[in-house]
């Protein structure tokens, strides 16, 4: 009987530690950078909705939301120009977000690295899942909020975002657009 009780105490206790913060949209930035033989592209997303599960200093689990129609260029300043290559991106060709709106990174757990929290997950894009392991830094948390940084470099062709890629297609020139492209997150969530 002892035994079952210090159980069912440990267990209560544990779950007592798990603590859940809900991603602020508005005080979290997604900036992503896209490369090309020409140059490069860079922008904007915004996040959706989500919440962060943590037990002690480690993320245990959760998800982040990504409105994908929120995407924006910032470094094209001709707005003819802006307003075509964000459509383009929108469109079947990279994104397709009149089919798939949304983008959603889901948590699994993380660890403590000496370097900050190496984090593993499931992101969904245009309908497809690959796990992904990155870090994050700059973690901070407090009883009421928690902020972290990180830097994903992605294969977008794993997702099957193959236009301009030269792993496809040959021949491509100066329309050649790197299969790599990173996205750096400056995450705040709140109780």
Avoid: C
């Avoid at 959706?48 to 924006?72: A, C, P, Q, R, Y």
């Amino acid at each position: 009987m002892k035994i079952l009780i210090a159980a069912v105490l440990t267990v209560t206790s544990l779950g007592a530690l798990a603590q859940t913060y809900n991603v602020n949209p508005g005080e979290t930035k997604i900036v992503y950078v896209g490369k090309k033989v020409t140059g490069e592209h860079t922008g904007n997303l915004t996040a959706k909705s989500g919440k962060l599960t943590l037990k002690g200093e480690e993320i245990s689990g959760g998800e982040i939301v990504v409105d994908m129609n929120t995407l924006t260029s910032t470094d094209i300043t001709d707005a003819e120009y802006n307003t075509k290559y964000v459509g383009h991106m929108k469109s079947e060709d990279f994104f397709n977000t009149a089919k798939f709106p949304e983008a959603k990174l889901v948590i699994k757990n993380s660890k403590k690295t000496n370097k900050g929290l190496e984090v593993k997950g499931d992101l969904t894009i245009i309908g497809q899942t690959k796990p992904v392991t990155f870090l994050v830094t700059d973690f901070k948390k407090t009883e009421s909020a928690v902020s972290g940084k990180s830097n994903l470099t992605l294969n977008r062709t794993l997702w099957g975002l193959k236009y301009g890629s030269t792993s496809f297609f040959k021949g491509l020139g100066d329309k050649a657009i790197n299969d790599e492209f990173t996205l750096a997150i400056d995450l705040s969530a709140k109780k």
